[in-house]
């Protein structure tokens, strides 16, 4: 009779067939995944949800139409120029270099058009830039 204890055998994990099934899924998850390409993208803009709107009491509101025009403080831009819009911009900033530009853009409006806002404001020394939008609820009403 054998009464020595015997070592335990540590229980062994097989890693192999976890590996595989892991490797399935992984396949199956990269096959059945749809990926939308960049040209098929459709945006709306500009929607966002807002609790309140701010009140800028030194506030600059510049208007870009659907086709390129420009209103400042609703007063209408001669040309489409970021030279012309720069001088009006400047005029209209009472504040001076405190005033915040409020980009009140038209969702078809040509990017070109809101970044030209953008540099008049850099080269009218404006450095508070804020973008318009409406509310989605406001947006699903129209």
């Known amino acids: 009779?054998?009464?020595?204890?015997?070592?335990?055998?540590?229980?062994?994990?097989?890693?192999?067939?976890?590996?595989?099934?892991?490797?399935?899924?992984l396949i199956f998850l990269m096959l059945s995944t749809t990926y939308s390409?960049?040209?098929?993208l459709q945006l709306r803009l500009p929607v966002a949800d807002?609790?309140?709107?701010?009140?800028?009491?030194?506030?600059?509101?510049?208007?870009?139409?659907?086709?390129?025009?420009y209103t400042v403080n609703r007063q209408p831009i001669a040309g489409r120029s970021v030279d012309l819009l720069a001088g009006a911009l400047a005029d209209?900033?009472?504040?001076?270099?405190?005033?915040?530009?409020?980009?009140?853009?038209?969702a078809a409006a040509p990017h070109q058009s809101v970044i030209s806002v953008l540099e008049a404001a850099r080269r009218s020394g404006l450095q508070q830039v804020t973008f318009a939008a409406q509310s989605s609820a406001q947006a699903g009403g129209r």
């Open 1 to 25: 009779m054998n009464f020595r204890p015997r070592g335990k055998d540590e229980p062994e994990i097989n890693l192999i067939p976890f590996i595989d099934v892991l490797l399935v899924v």
């Open 37 to 40: 390409k960049f040209t098929e």
């Open 50 to 69: 807002a609790d309140a709107q701010r009140d800028y009491p030194r506030e600059v509101v510049v208007g870009v139409a659907s086709d390129g025009r």
């Open 92 to 106: 209209a900033a009472k504040a001076g270099k405190d005033s915040v530009v409020i980009v009140s853009a038209d």
